[in-house]
C-alpha cells in the first residue's frame, strides 16, 4: 500500500484507537483508582442512562426544540450574514463609517445580554434563536466581506474585457467566488449557532439539551448529565457535517473540497 | 522538417507530459472566417497616459501614434515596466486614455471616458496569466464569451468542444482548470479568446509563464490560428526572439515615460519554423534590436 492512500486511512484507523485509549482510561479511572461517581460516572453508567434516555420520548422534545433553535437561527445568520458581509464588501465608505461599532460589537461578550433577550423576547425558543443569530453571523458576515473583496482581479478584467452586465458579472464571477468564502463563514457559523442554543438554554427556559443539562446538574445526575452532553456532541458534529456535505456539492471545483479522483 | 506542419515536428521533438498537452495528429488550425480578409485595422493618435500614483503622476505613455493594418501581426517588446501592458489595456478598452483617441475600424472605442461596448465586440483578449474561472470547466470556460452573448448552452458547448480540438484540449472539456497544467491552461485561454471568432487579438505576454520547449510549440500554433482566422494580433512579449519569430513588425518601447523606440518590419517568408531562428536575416534582425535596447542603459 502506498504512503498517500495510507494517510488517507489514518484518521479511520486513529481514531477508533483513541476512543477506546480514552474510554479505557476513563473507566480505569473510575473502578481501580475508585473516583466517586458523583464526581465522575464510569463510561458504562453513561452508556446506560444514554440508551435510557434516547428511549424516553422527552428526551427527543428536547432535541427537536435545540435542533429548531439552531436550524432557524443560523439560517437567519447565513441571511443576514451574508447581505451585510456583501454590502459592507461593495460599500467601502459604509465600512469604514461603521467598522468601530463592528468592533465594538464582535468584543463584547454577547452571553451577557441573555438576561435582557429573555426579558424582551420571553423564556421560549426566540431569545435563544436572537442569541443564536447574533452568535453565528458574525463569523458569516466577516467571511463575506472578505470575499466581496477577493473577487480575482484577472477575473474582472475578463469579465470587463467581454463586455459583462452587472448581472452577468453577479452570476459567473462575483457570486461562485464569493461561495467558498460563505461556507467558510458558515462551518465556524454552525458551531457557533449550537453554543448560542446551549448557552441560551441554560440560562433560561425548561426546554431543549441546555436545559436538560442543568436539570440533570440539579438533580445529581452525573451518569444523565454525561449522556447529554453526548448527545449534544451527536447533534453537533451531525450538523457540521451537514454543512460540510452541502459544501461538497455546491462547490465540488474548490481546493477545501478534495476531488472524488484524488480521494 | 517541413515549415506546414509545424506543430508536428514541434510535438516529436518536445518532451511532454504522459496523456497532456497536444496528442498526436491534433490540428490547431481553426477553420478560416467567412470574413477573414476584412479584419479591422487599429489606430492610436496621441496617446498619453499618466497614472496618479500615491507617490506622484507616473507617465506611462507619451505620444504614441502607432496604426496596425488588417490581419497585421504587431508584437511590441520593452523591457518591465516600459507600458506595454498599459497600451494592450488601452487598446483593448479596459483602461482610458488621459488623452489621444484609439479606433477601431475608424470608430473611436472611447465615448469620453466610457468606452463603446460595441467596438469592443470585435476584441479577443488573452491576458498573462490564464484567468479561467475555477468554477467552470474547460468547456464552460471556453464558452464564457458565448454564454454572455446569449447563445445557448447546447450550441456554446459544441463550439467549445470544437475549439477544444481545435487548441489540443480534446478530453479535457471537462476538467477543471486546476486539474490542467499552466500551458494547457494558456491553450485553453486563448481558445476563449478565439471562441466568438474576433478580429482582434490582443495578447499580453500569454506564453511567459511557460517552459521554452512548450513555449516554441505555442509560438507555432498561435502562427497557424493567425494565418487561419486571419486576425490581426498585437502580442506583448519580453521575448525579442519570440516578438521577431511571430510578428509582421516589431515595435520596440522604451521606458520612462513609454514611447515608441522603433518599428521594424520582418520580412522573413511565411509559414515560419523553428529553423527560421536560425536564418542570419533573423539573426541580424534580433541583434539591431537588442543593441538598441541596450543603448538604453
Ligand atoms: N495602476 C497603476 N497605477 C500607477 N502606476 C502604474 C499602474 N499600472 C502601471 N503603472 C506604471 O506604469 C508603468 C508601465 O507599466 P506597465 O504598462 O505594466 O508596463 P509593462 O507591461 O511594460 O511591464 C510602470 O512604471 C508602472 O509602474
Ligand atoms: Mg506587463
Redesign the interface.
Known amino acids: 500500500m502506498d504512503r498517500e492512500k495510507l494517510g488517507r486511512l489514518l484518521p479511520w484507523i486513529s481514531t477508533p484507537i483513541m476512543l477506546i485509549l480514552f474510554l479505557g482510561i476513563w473507566q480505569f479511572a473510575v473502578s481501580v483508582v475508585g473516583v466517586s461517581k458523583f464526581i465522575l460516572p464510569s463510561p458504562l453508567a453513561v452508556g446506560d442512562r444514554l440508551v435510557e434516555m434516547v428511549g424516553e420520548r422527552s428526551t427527543w422534545e428536547h432535541v427537536r426544540v435545540t435542533t429548531t433553535e439552531v436550524v432557524l437561527g443560523f439560517g437567519i445568520a447565513v441571511v443576514v450574514g451574508t447581505l451585510l458581509g456583501a454590502i459592507l464588501g461593495k460599500i467601502v465608505w459604509l465600512e469604514r463609517a461603521v467598522q468601530p461599532a463592528l468592533v465594538a460589537f464582535q468584543v463584547v461578550p454577547k452571553v451577557a445580554f441573555v438576561p435582557i433577550f429573555v426579558i424582551w423576547f420571553g423564556f421560549g425558543m426566540t431569545s435563544k434563536i436572537v442569541l443564536t443569530v447574533i452568535l453565528a453571523f458574525f463569523p458569516i458576515m466577516l467571511n463575506v466581506l472578505l470575499g466581496v473583496r477577493s473577487v480575482d482581479r484577472g477575473h474582472r478584467d475578463v469579465m470587463r474585457s467581454l463586455g459583462s452586465s452587472r448581472w452577468a458579472t453577479f452570476r459567473d464571477l462575483e457570486l461562485p467566488s464569493t461561495l467558498p468564502y460563505i461556507f467558510a463563514g458558515a462551518e465556524v457559523g454552525i458551531v457557533f449557532a449550537v453554543i448560542g442554543a446551549i448557552v441560551g438554554e441554560y440560562l433560561g427556559g425548561s426546554q431543549g439539551l441546555g436545559y436538560l443539562v442543568v436539570a440533570r446538574l440539579n438533580s445529581i445526575d452525573a451518569a444523565g448529565l454525561f449522556a447529554v452532553i453526548v448527545l449534544l456532541a451527536l447533534l453537533g458534529s451531525l450538523l457540521f457535517a451537514i454543512v460540510t456535505t452541502l459544501k461538497r456539492f455546491v462547490i465540488p471545483w474548490h481546493e477545501s473540497v478534495q476531488s472524488p479522483a484524488a480521494a | 522538417m517541413t515549415p506546414d506542419t509545424p506543430l508536428r515536428d514541434a510535438a516529436a521533438s518536445a518532451p511532454m507530459a504522459p496523456g497532456a498537452e497536444i496528442g498526436a495528429g491534433t490540428l490547431p488550425v481553426p477553420a478560416p472566417r467567412p470574413d477573414a480578409n476584412q479584419s479591422a485595422e487599429l489606430q492610436l493618435v496621441d496617446v498619453n497616459k499618466i497614472y496618479q500614483a500615491r507617490t506622484g503622476p507616473v507617465e506611462a505613455l507619451k505620444n504614441i501614434n502607432l496604426t496596425i493594418g488588417r490581419g497585421e501581426f504587431v508584437s511590441l517588446v520593452g523591457r518591465s515596466g516600459c507600458g506595454k501592458t498599459t497600451l494592450l489595456r488601452i487598446l483593448?478598452?479596459?483602461l482610458p486614455p488621459t488623452s489621444g483617441s484609439v479606433t477601431a475600424n475608424g470608430e473611436s472605442i472611447w465615448r469620453g471616458t466610457r468606452r463603446d461596448?460595441q467596438a469592443?465586440?470585435q476584441?479577443g483578449?488573452v491576458?498573462q496569466?490564464a484567468?479561467l474561472?475555477?468554477?467552470?470547466t474547460i468547456a464552460e470556460n471556453i464558452a464564457?464569451?458565448l454564454?454572455?452573448r446569449g447563445v445557448a448552452k447546447k450550441q456554446r458547448l459544441a463550439r467549445a468542444e470544437e475549439l477544444c480540438a481545435q487548441v489540443g484540449l480534446t478530453g479535457f472539456e471537462g476538467s477543471?482548470p486546476?486539474?490542467l497544467s499552466g500551458g494547457m491552461r494558456q491553450r485553453a485561454a486563448i481558445a476563449r479568446a478565439l471562441s466568438y471568432n474576433p478580429s482582434i487579438l490582443l495578447m499580453d505576454e500569454p506564453f511567459g509563464a511557460l517552459d521554452a520547449l512548450t513555449r516554441d510549440r505555442m509560438n507555432l500554433e498561435l502562427q497557424s490560428i493567425h494565418a487561419a482566422a486571419g486576425a490581426t494580433v498585437v502580442f506583448v512579449t519580453h521575448s525579442i526572439p519570440e516578438a521577431v519569430f511571430l510578428a509582421d513588425r516589431v515595435v520596440l518601447l522604451s521606458p520612462r515615460p513609454g514611447r515608441i523606440r522603433s518599428v521594424t518590419s520582418v520580412p522573413l517568408a511565411r509559414p515560419r519554423s523553428l529553423e527560421t531562428e536560425s536564418t542570419p536575416q533573423f539573426q541580424d534582425i534580433v541583434r539591431e534590436l537588442r543593441r538598441q535596447l541596450d543603448e538604453e542603459d
Open positions: 483593448s478598452g479596459l461596448d469592443l465586440k476584441f483578449f491576458f496569466e484567468n474561472f475555477p468554477w467552470f464564457l464569451p454564454k454572455l477543471y486546476r486539474e
